[in-house]
């Protein structure tokens, strides 16, 4: 779907805000900066109705190729493997792609199944330290390079894990 036909559907839907968000809009429009850009669902967990980094990306078969690239590295790794139960992996590859496909704009199918994904409750009984987040960022950064992202797209991913993977961080290093 193009911007404008995506602004088109969404103003009726707008209420009394259209006013003010036209007004944002045309602010910034105006001086040369774009619009922010949301991604709309069709429900609370409804698919996205708007073109999304999920889908200018390629969708599912570029996160699955991501994620599973990634979890090939870390099953080997000394340090991060013992984190994940043997027979779980790909229970561990089909949550980290539906939670990003979700954050990035696909399918809700995380929260479906899981509810919120409150990443530092999930990850607490962990001992994360700087030495284990310094190597799975090296993990993802490499499993990014594989799928070969736009520059843009990769750089957003790249922003967020790191983000994200910073504040899992619960153990200092040596304990």
Do not use: C
Not at 72 to 101: C, T
Request: glycine share 8%; proline share 9%; aromatic share 8%.
């Amino acid at each position: 779907m193009s911007d404008a036909s995506a602004s088109n559907t969404a103003a009726p839907n707008a209420g009394a805000n259209s006013g003010i968000a036209n007004s944002a809009g045309a602010a910034s429009a105006a001086a040369g900066t774009p619009k922010p850009r949301l991604t709309l669902r069709s429900g609370p967990t409804g698919d996205a109705v708007t073109e999304t980094v999920w889908s200018q990306v390629g969708g599912t078969p570029t996160f699955e190729a991501l994620v599973r690239n990634f979890y090939e590295r870390v099953r080997v790794d000394p340090l991060l493997a013992p984190m994940y139960p043997d027979a779980d992996w790909e229970g561990a590859i089909w949550r980290l792609r539906s939670f990003l496909e979700q954050y990035w704009g696909g399918p809700a199918e995380y929260s479906a199944q899981r509810g919120h994904p409150r990443l530092r409750m999930r990850h607490q009984p962990f001992p994360i330290t700087p030495a284990a987040r310094d190597r799975w960022l090296t993990h993802m950064y490499a499993a990014l390079d594989s799928v070969e992202l736009p520059p843009m797209h990769d750089a957003a991913i790249r922003d967020y894990v790191t983000r994200a993977a910073h504040a899992l961080v619960n153990t200092p290093e040596g304990e």
